[in-house]
C-alpha cells in the first residue's frame, strides 16, 4: 500500500527551516548518536518497542521488502534504506530541496522554458512502491509537478533507470507533461500509489495513481492571479500508468490503451469543486488470488463535494476497479470498471453519532477495517472523536451487484448513479439494456457498452466497533480465534485492542511510540514475521513487537489477559508467541487465550493433609488442565530446596492425567513455624527440568496445638481443622485416640472443662482476699490439685468449694502503678503451663490510691471506678471505719481555648485547670460564658483536669469570663467574646477545573471558632486551609464542569457566613509542545512550554520519571508560555517528563480519554520525553590551559565546543572570566567567540574562564593578566640572572671569607715561629761577625784600621768570587805574594766590571738594557729568582763570614713576601 503525503504547514516549515542545500547529503552524525540512544526498547503491557530509526525532516512514506529484509523511508528530502531487522542504516539518498516553481513546468520538459522565479522548495515524497519483478523502487515526489524516479531496489541511493531516457541524437523521445506529472504537486495534498501487476499479454508492471487535484481554483495552487495552470490538462485524478522498463521506454509513465482512449478518471473542469477528492489509501484484494480468480484494487478517499449534491452524498468513498487476469483477458479503460460506494460509520445515537471522514483503512481476509473521525467546528482540534468500523467484502460485492442491477436492468435513480462529471464517461444517467443479459464479470466489472462510471447512493453502513479520540491509522490481524486490531494515535501512542469473533473488545492495551508525534496513518506487518509490526510517526520509524508476552509470569495472567497473540507454553512454563513454542502446533503444548485460564494446567494432591507422626507410602497427583501427556517423560517431584523425589505416570493421557510420587523423607520435613501446628509444603512436578504445575499440601502436628493454644488447649484441639483428639489425664492433643488413657474424654469443643467468666471487684494494692472461680464440665478432673495462677511467679494455691467452684485462698497482689490487671488462670499443680481451658479470661484489678491521682477530684473521682481511695494531704487507701469522702476545693481555671467564637455558637471551647469535677456528672450543667450555656461533650472529659464544651447560641455580640460550678464555683482569668465574622470577597475567581487554585478569602473576624470549613458547591472542602483576622487561604478541589460554583466559608459547622462568594471553573490549561526536546545531564537547560490558559496558572513544576533528580520549579511567562529549567538526571536515557500545575499532575483530556483504554498504562505513560545525552565539552582553540593578557588591550576569545546533539542556542551560552561575563558574539556547530570591552579588574592576576550550559560548569583556561610579553620575559630574564648572581658571589665570598680568616691565622702562627727562628739567627750571627772581626782586626795593622771595599767590589767578590781579583789571588795565583805596602790591584775578569767598549751604534741599545736590568734589580720577585738561581751555581760560594748576612737578606726577603702575601690576600 502506499499512503498519501503527511504533513501540514507546519511540518513543510520545519523541513524549509532544517534543509540542506540541493540534493547535498545533510550531515550523519547525529542520525547514528540519536539511534545508539534510541535502540532501548520500551515495554507497556502487551506491546514491545523493538527498535527506532529517527529522521531528521518530516516522514512521508515507508514500504517493506520482505524478501530482501528491507525497509524503505521516504521523508522529506530523504531517502532511507534499512535493515527490517533493527532499522539501521545501510543506503540513504538525497531527492531535495531544489529550485523550483509550481508556475513552472519540469525541467525534464526540454521544450518548455519558464519566467517565473524559481526558490528552493522541499520535496515532500508521495509515492514509495517496490516493483518486485523489475527490481525497482517506485519514488514520486512533489517537486518538478510531481515527478517520479525509479531507483535500485537494494540500492536506493542508485537510479535504475533514467527518466525520461536518454534516446540516441537521431531519434530523439518526445516527452509530454502527462509523463511527468504524476504525483500532487503540493505538500498537504494526498496522493496515492499502486503497483499493477502486467496486463494479459503486456511485458511491465502498471502504476495505479490517484492524486488530488492541485490545479488552478483549487485550495492548493498559489493566489497571485496568474491563470497559468500546467496540471489541469496534464494530470487527471485517477490514473492507470506504464511501468514496462523492459520495453519502449518512451512509454514510460504514460496511460495511452489505445490511440483513442486514456487509462484515466478525470473530472470535468467545471465539477472539480464539487468533487474535491482526498485519497486515503489504494490495495489490492485479495492481495494474492488464486490462478483464474478476478482481482481488485480498491481506492480509499474522502469527497469533499457540497451537502445535496446527488451524485455524492456520502463523505467517505470506497471505489473498486477490476484488473485484467487470465491469459485472455484484455485490459479495460479504466473508467469501465470504476464504481464508487460511500462507507458510513454511525452509531444508533442519532447523526450527533456519525464519524463522516475517512482516517486509514486495512484490508483483512473477510473485513475491511476503518478509522473514521468526526470533523470538529475548530480547526485547532488536537483530537477529534474517531472510531474503528469494519465492513464485509461480501457487502461490498453484493452492493456493487445490485448497483449495475439496478442500473442496467431494473433502472433505480435512487440506487445508483452515472458520473456524468467525469471526462472519460458515457452519459448522463442509467439506461435499461433490452434483451441483454449481464453475465458475472459484467455485474462485477461493467463494460464497453454499458454506462460508466457508477455511483452507488446510498452508503454501505456499519456500527463502531471501538470509539476513542484522535485515531489516526490502523492495522488488523487474525489470531488465535481473535482479530487484533492496532490503532494509532494523533499523540504517538499505539492501541492494540482484541475483539472475539462477534467484533467484541475483549482486551486492551496502549505503548507510547513517540508522544506528540501523530502516528502515520498507514502500518504494515513485517512480511518475513508477522510478529512484528512497522509503522511511522512524524519523525520516526519503528519497528513494534505485537506482543510482549513475557511480563506474564503465570499461566492464569497469560490467558486471562486475552491477548490474541499470548499463550501459554505448558513444558517451558513461560507467556510466549505460538511460533516461539516448542511443539505448539501439536495439541495440548500451547494453551491460547480463546480457550480461557480454566485451561491452564492444574493440580491436586492427595492426601493433602499429613500427620508428621504417620507413615505415608506415597501420594497421588492429580493432574488436569492443558498438559501433553507426560508417560515417558523424566519426571520428578519437586520440594524446593533440591530436594526431590522420583515421579511417574502409568500411562498416556491428556486432560486428565495421574501420577505416583514419593513423599520427601521425614528428616527432610521443613520446621514448623513459630505459634503455629502446621506448615504448607509447595510441591511441584518437573519435567525435563522445568516446574510444570504446583499445589500445596499441609503437614500438621496435634501435639503442637496445646503448646500454641496453652489457655484454650482442649478447645483448640478438638475445634481444629486436622483429626485431633484430647486427652484429659495426659492433658494432650494427640492424632490418633488410641493413645488415651481408658478415661472419658471429650469429643467436642464444647465437652472440654472451663473456667466461666465472673465479674470480680477491684483489689487494694497488697490487700489479701479469697477470690470465687466457678468452672464447667468438671466431670473430666474432678478432684484434681490445681493452682492459681496471676502471671509470672504470682501462684496461690486453690481449693475445691463444690463441684463448680474453685476458691483462690490468701491472693496477695501488688503494683506501683494506678491500676493494673492480672489474668487468672487454673493449671494443674505441679505442671506448668497446662491450663484448664479459659474461652473468657477472668481478670484481677488491682488499684494503688497513692499513684496517678494529684489532686482531690482525681482522688475522689476514683470511687467510680471502685477504687476505695480518701483525700487526705494526699491520696490514700481508705479504711474500713473512715467516713465517706468529702467535698474538694472549688475549681481553678488555668486557660481557656479558642477566646473567641461565633454568634451561632457551636464552638468547641476546651477549659484546662485542677479540680474540675470528680465526674462528669458535676460539671454536666455548670459550665457558663456569661450567661450563655457550653455543654460539656462526655467523650472529650477528663476528670478534674479538662472540660470540652459547645457553646450555645448568643444574641448579641458579648464578652464573658468562663465558669464551672462543680459544688463550687471557679472563674478563667481570660474572657470568650462572641464575635460575628464577615466575608467579603475572594481572589482570584477562576481557576483551572482540575484544581489546585489557591484562593484567598477576605473578610473581618475570620480567626474565631474552633473549626472552619470552606466548602465549594456546599459538598467539596477547600483543603489546606491557613487563616488570620482578615483572611482564608485554602486551596480548590477538583470541579466536575466549567461552569460558576459558590464558595461558603461555614463556623462550627453552622451556616453559610453571607458573602455571596463564587468561583468559576474554567477550561485546564493545555500543554501543547515543549522545545527543545534534549538536555544535558546536568540539567538546568531552559525547557519552553507552549500552551494555551496558562494565566490561570499559580505555580508549576517539572519532574522526570525514574532517573530524574529533584523537580525544577518553572515560571509563568504569559497565557501562553512557561519556561522550565530542565531537572538533572542520573544517566543519559530517554525519560517521560510529568508537569504539575498548582500541585495537580497535569493530565491531558486526551490522554485521560486514553486512560479508559488501558488504565494499567496510563499510570506509567507520561505525555511529554526529555532525551538526556552527555554534558556538552568545551576547550580553548588551540587547548592551551594559559592564556596571557595585558590589561587595557581588548580581548576575544575563541572556545571550541565538542560535536554534540544538544542542538543549543547562542542565548544558552554563557562565558564569564572571573566575575565578568563575556559577550558572545557568533555561535556555529564548534566554534564560540566572545569578547571583554570592561575592565577585568587588578592589572596582575589570574581569573578563571568558566564556560556555563543549564547547570554546567566548566573551567578551560585560566587568564594571566600583567605586562606586555616581551617586557615580562626580559624582566623575568634580569632577576633570575641577578638574582643568580648574587647568590654565587654570595657564596663565594662567604667562602673566601672562612678560608682567608683559617689563612690569616696560620700565617701569624707561622710568623711568630719565623720571627723567633729569625731572631735567633741573627743573635748567633752576629755573635760569629763579632768573633770575626775580633779575628780580623788582629791580624789588621793598627794603624790603618779595619779596609773597606767597594761596594760593587764588595758585590763581586760575594756573588762572582771567580770573577773577581781576590779570587785569583787565593786560588789562581797562590804563589803571588802581596809586598808589604798592601797588596796590588788584581785585574777585574768579569765582562760587568771591565771597561766597556761598545760600537756608538750599539750604546743606545745597551743603555737602554741596562736600564731595565736595574728596575729588575727592584723588582722582588726578579730578585728572588735571581738569588735562587745564583744558589744554584756549582761555583757559588759565599765565604763562612758572609753565611749569615747571606741567609739574614734571603730570610728577610722572604718574609717581606709573607707581610705582601698575608695583606693582599690569597690569589
Avoid at 937 to 965: F, H, K, M, Q, W
Avoid at 1169 to 1192: C, M, V
Avoid at 1415 to 1422: A, E, G, P, V
Wanted: proline share 8%.
Amino acid at each position: 500500500m502506499a499512503p498519501r503525503a503527511a504533513g501540514g504547514a507546519p511540518l513543510s516549515a520545519r523541513a524549509a527551516a532544517a534543509s540542506p542545500p540541493p540534493f547535498q547529503t545533510p550531515p550523519r552524525c547525529p542520525v547514528p548518536l540519536l539511534l545508539l540512544l534510541l535502540l532501548g526498547a520500551a515495554r507497556a503491557g502487551a506491546l514491545e518497542i523493538q527498535r527506532r530509526f529517527p529522521s531528521p525532516t518530516p516522514t512521508n512514506n515507508f514500504a517493506l521488502d520482505g524478501a530482501a529484509g528491507t525497509v524503505y523511508l521516504a521523508a522529506v528530502n530523504r531517502l532511507y534504506q534499512l535493515s527490517g531487522a533493527n532499522l539501521s542504516l545501510e543506503a540513504e539518498a538525497a531527492v531535495g530541496p531544489v529550485p523550483d516553481s509550481p508556475l513552472c513546468h519540469a525541467p525534464q520538459l526540454p521544450q518548455a522554458s519558464c519566467e517565473h522565479p524559481r526558490r528552493l522548495t522541499d520535496n515532500y515524497n508521495k509515492i514509495l512502491q517496490l516493483d518486485p519483478g523489475q527490481g525497482l523502487v517506485v519514488v514520486c515526489g512533489s517537486i518538478y509537478q510531481g515527478f517520479c524516479q525509479l531507483r535500485r531496489r537494494g540500492n536506493i541511493s542508485a537510479v535504475a533507470v533514467r527518466f525520461p531516457p536518454a534516446a540516441p541524437p537521431a531519434e530523439p523521445v518526445t516527452v509530454f507533461p502527462s509523463m511527468l506529472n504524476v504525483a500532487a504537486n503540493h505538500p498537504n495534498a494526498s496522493t496515492v500509489g499502486l503497483v499493477l501487476p502486467p496486463a494479459a499479454g503486456a511485458g511491465g508492471s502498471r502504476l495505479l495513481v490517484g492524486a488530488t487535484y492541485t490545479g488552478y481554483g483549487s485550495s492548493f495552487f498559489p493566489r497571485n492571479r496568474s491563470l497559468e495552470d500546467h496540471r489541469f490538462e496534464n494530470t487527471p485524478e485517477i490514473a492507470i500508468r506504464s511501468l514496462d522498463t523492459r520495453g519502449d521506454l518512451a512509454k514510460l509513465f504514460t496511460f495511452d490503451l489505445n490511440p483513442s482512449d486514456d487509462n484515466i478518471l478525470k473530472i470535468k473542469q467545471g465539477a472539480k469543486e464539487q468533487h474535491k477528492l482526498g485519497f486515503v489509501s489504494a490495495f489490492l484484494h485479495p492481495s494474492d488470488p488464486p490462478p483464474g480468480a478476478q482481482s481488485y484494487a480498491y481506492l480509499a478517499l474522502n469527497s469533499e463535494a457540497r451537502a445535496g449534491d446527488k451524485e455524492s452524498q456520502a463523505r467517505s468513498l470506497l471505489a473498486r476497479i477490476c484488473l485484467p487476469h487470465g491469459a485472455g483477458g484484455d485490459a479495460k479503460k479504466l473508467t469501465e470498471s470504476y464504481i464508487q460506494l460511500g462507507l458510513q460509520c454511525a452509531g444508533g445515537a442519532g447523526r450527533g453519532d456519525l464519524y463522516s471522514r475517512l482516517v486509514s483503512v486495512f484490508p483483512a481476509r473477510e473485513r475491511l477495517f476503518a478509522v473514521f473521525e468526526r470533523p470538529q467546528g475548530s480547526p485547532a482540534a488536537r483530537a477529534a472523536p474517531a472510531a474503528l468500523c469494519a465492513f464485509r467484502f461480501a457487502d461490498v460485492r453484493a452492493a456493487i451487484r445490485a448497483a449495475r442491477t439496478a442500473c442496467f436492468v431494473e433502472p433505480a435513480p435512487d440506487v445508483v448513479a452515472v458520473l456524468d462529471s467525469v471526462v472519460q464517461g458515457t452519459g448522463p444517467a442509467c439506461e435499461r439494456k433490452l434483451n441483454i443479459q449481464l453475465q458475472p464479470e459484467q455485474l462485477d466489472c461493467g463494460a464497453a457498452h454499458l454506462q460508466h462510471p457508477l455511483s452507488i447512493l446510498q452508503p454501505l453502513k456499519a456500527t463502531p466497533v471501538f470509539r476513542a479520540p484522535g485515531l489516526t491509522s490502523v492495522a488488523v490481524a487474525s489470531v488465535n480465534n481473535y482479530t487484533a486490531v492496532f490503532l494509532g494515535t494523533v499523540n504517538g501512542r499505539l492501541l492494540k485492542i482484541n475483539l472475539n469473533e462477534s467484533m467484541q473488545v475483549v482486551s486492551r492495551r496502549v505503548v507510547t511510540v513517540a508522544y506528540g508525534e501523530p502516528v502515520h496513518h498507514v502500518m504494515q506487518f513485517d512480511p518475513a514475521d508477522s510478529g512484528y509490526l512497522y509503522l511511522m510517526t512524524s519523525h520516526q520509524m519503528a519497528r513494534v513487537k505485537v506482543a510482549a508476552c513475557n511480563v506474564h509470569s503465570t499461566c492464569g495472567d497469560c490467558v486471562g489477559a486475552a491477548d490474541a497473540y499470548c499463550g501459554w507454553c505448558a513444558l517451558e512454563t513461560r507467556c510466549t508467541l505460538q511460533q516461539d513454542c516448542t511443539n505448539s502446533s501439536q495439541q495440548h503444548f500451547w494453551t491460547s487465550a480463546s480457550e480461557g485460564p480454566s485451561r491452564c494446567p492444574a493440580m491436586t494432591v492427595l492426601p493433602s493433609e499429613i500427620d508428621v507422626r504417620q507413615e505415608y507410602p506415597g501420594m497421588i497427583l492429580q493432574i488436569s488442565g492443558s498438559l501433553p501427556s507426560l508417560s515417558g517423560m523424566e519426571m520428578a517431584c519437586d520440594y524446593g530446596n533440591n530436594i526431590r523425589t522420583v515421579a511417574r505416570v502409568p500411562g498416556p493421557a491428556f486432560g486428565h492425567q495421574i501420577a505416583y510420587c514419593n513423599l520427601l523423607p521425614r528428616d527432610q520435613f521443613p520446621p514448623f513455624p513459630p505459634n503455629q501446628d502446621h506448615v504448607t509444603v509447595e510441591m511441584s512436578v518437573r519435567v525435563n527440568g522445568r516446574n510444570i504445575v504446583k499445589a500445596n499440601f499441609t503437614i500438621y502436628d496435634c501435639s503442637r496445638t496445646a503448646q500454641v493454644y496453652p489457655h484454650t488447649a482442649c478447645t483448640s484441639c478438638l475445634s481444629a481443622q486436622w483429626p485431633c483428639f484430647w486427652c484429659s489425664q495426659q492433658h494432650s492433643c494427640v492424632s490418633n485416640q488410641s493413645r488415651c488413657e481408658a478415661s472419658p474424654n471429650p469429643t467436642s469443643p464444647q465437652d472440654c472443662p472451663r473456667t466461666l467468666l465472673s465479674p470480680l471487684a477491684p483489689v487494694p494494692t497488697g490487700g489479701s482476699q479469697n477470690i470465687l472461680v466457678p468452672l464447667a464440665n468438671t466431670a473430666f478432673f474432678q478432684g484434681a490439685a490445681l493452682e492459681c495462677s496471676f502471671g509470672l511467679e504470682e501462684i496461690f494455691e486453690a481449693v475445691w468449694v463444690n463441684e463448680s467452684v474453685v476458691r483462690c485462698d490468701q491472693v496477695v497482689l501488688h503494683t506501683t502503678r494506678k491500676s493494673q490487671v492480672f489474668p487468672l488462670s487454673l493449671q494443674l499443680k505441679g505442671r506448668p503451663a497446662r491450663f484448664l481451658d479459659s474461652p473468657e479470661p477472668m481478670t484481677v484489678m488491682v488499684y494503688n490510691c497513692a499513684m496517678g491521682s494529684p489532686d482531690c477530684s482525681q482522688c475522689l473521682g476514683r470511687e467510680d471506678l471502685g477504687h476505695l481511695c480518701v483525700w487526705s494531704d494526699g491520696c490514700r487507701l481508705r479504711g474500713p471505719l473512715q467516713p465517706m469522702a468529702g467535698t474538694c476545693p472549688a475549681p481553678e481555671i488555668r486557660a481557656i481555648e479558642p477566646l473567641s467564637g461565633p454568634l451561632d455558637g457551636g464552638t468547641l471551647l476546651t477549659i484546662r485547670g485542677r479540680n474540675l469535677g470528680r465526674r462528669l456528672s458535676d460539671v454536666a450543667h455548670g459550665v457558663w460564658i456569661g450567661g450563655v450555656a457550653c455543654e460539656p461533650l462526655p467523650d472529650r472529659y477528663t476528670v478534674s483536669e479538662e472540660i470540652v464544651c459547645v457553646t450555645g447560641p448568643a444574641p448579641g455580640p458579648l464578652s464573658g469570663v468562663v465558669t464551672v460550678n462543680a459544688s463550687k464555683e471557679g472563674k478563667s482569668r481570660d474572657r470568650f467574646s462572641y464575635v460575628l465574622p464577615l466575608v467579603h470577597s475572594l481572589e482570584p475567581t477562576m481557576g483551572p477545573k482540575a484544581g489546585g487554585t489557591r484562593i484567598t478569602i477576605h473578610g473581618n473576624d475570620l480567626h474565631v471558632g474552633s473549626e472552619l470549613q470552606v466548602l465549594v458547591n456546599d459538598t467539596d472542602p477547600c483543603t489546606e486551609l491557613m487563616r488570620t483576622d482578615t483572611s482564608i487561604a485554602c486551596t480548590m478541589p477538583e470541579g466536575a464542569l466549567p461552569a460558576p460554583v459558590p464558595v461558603c466559608v461555614r463556623f462550627e459547622r453552622r451556616g453559610c457566613v453571607h458573602g455571596n462568594l463564587t468561583f468559576w471553573y474554567m477550561q485546564n490549561p493545555v500543554i501543547t509542545a515543549i522545545s527543545p526536546r534534549r538536555s544535558p545531564v546536568s540539567g538546568g537547560r531552559t525547557i519552553t512550554v507552549a500552551g494555551e490558559r496558562f494565566h490561570m496558572v499559580q505555580n508549576v513544576s517539572m519532574a522526570v520519571h525514574h532517573i530524574g533528580r529533584e523537580p525544577t520549579l518553572c515560571k509563568v511567562l504569559n497565557s501562553t508560555l512557561i519556561t522550565c529549567p530542565s531537572p538533572g538526571a542520573l544517566s543519559n536515557a530517554s525519560a517521560p517528563v510529568d508537569f504539575f500545575i498548582n500541585g495537580r499532575a497535569y493530565a491531558d483530556e486526551v490522554a485521560v480519554a486514553e486512560e479508559l483504554l488501558d488504565p494499567e498504562e496510563a499510570q506509567r505513560g507520561s505525555r511529554f520525553r526529555l532525551d538526556y545525552l552527555p554534558n556538552p565539552q568545551f576547550s580553548t582553540a588551540k587547548r592551551e590551559k594559559w592564556i596571557k593578557h595585558h590589561p587595557g588591550e581588548p580581548l576575544t576569545l575563541v572556545i571550541h565546543k565538542e560535536q554534540d546533539s544538544l542542538g543549543l542556542q547562542s542565548h544558552e551560552y554563557r562565558v564569564k572570566i572571573g566575575q565578568v561575563s563575556c559577550d558572545i558574539q557568533i555561535v556555529s556547530d564548534r566554534i564560540i567567540h566572545c569578547s571583554v570591552n570592561e575592565s577585568l579588574g587588578a592589572a596582575v592576576g589570574q581569573l578563571p574562564i568558566t564556560i556555563q550550559v543549564g547547570n554546567f560548569n566548566q573551567t578551560i583556561a585560566t587568564l594571566q593578566l600583567g605586562g606586555s610579553e616581551t617586557a615580562i620575559i626580559v624582566s623575568i630574564v634580569i632577576c633570575s640572572v641577578l638574582l643568580l648572581l648574587s647568590v654565587v658571589a654570595l657564596f663565594v665570598f662567604c667562602t673566601k671569607s672562612r678560608r682567608a680568616e683559617r689563612y690569616w691565622q696560620k700565617t701569624l702562627l707561622q710568623m711568630e715561629e719565623m720571627e723567633s727562628q729569625i731572631r735567633e739567627e741573627i743573635r748567633k750571627g752576629f755573635a760569629e761577625l763579632q768573633t770575626d772581626m775580633t779575628d780580623l782586626t788582629k791580624e789588621l795593622n793598627r794603624s790603618q784600621g779595619i779596609p773597606f771595599l767597594e761596594y760593587k767590589h764588595f758585590v763581586t767578590r760575594t756573588f762572582f768570587p771567580k770573577c773577581s781579583s781576590l779570587y785569583e789571588e787565593r786560588y789562581v795565583l797562590p804563589s803571588q805574594t802581596l809586598n808589604s805596602q798592601g797588596s796590588s790591584q788584581a785585574q777585574e775578569t768579569h765582562p760587568l766590571l771591565g771597561e766597556w767598549k761598545i760600537p756608538e751604534s750599539c750604546r743606545p741599545n745597551m743603555e737602554e738594557g741596562i736600564s731595565v736590568f736595574s728596575s729588575l734589580l727592584n723588582n722582588k720577585h726578579f730578585l728572588i729568582v735571581f738569588v735562587h738561581a745564583l744558589e744554584q751555581q756549582k761555583d757559588f760560594a759565599v765565604q763562612p763570614g758572609l753565611a749569615a748576612d747571606h741567609r739574614a737578606a734571603r730570610q728577610a726577603g722572604v718574609l717581606h713576601q709573607h707581610h705582601e702575601g698575608a695583606a693582599g690576600g690569597p690569589h
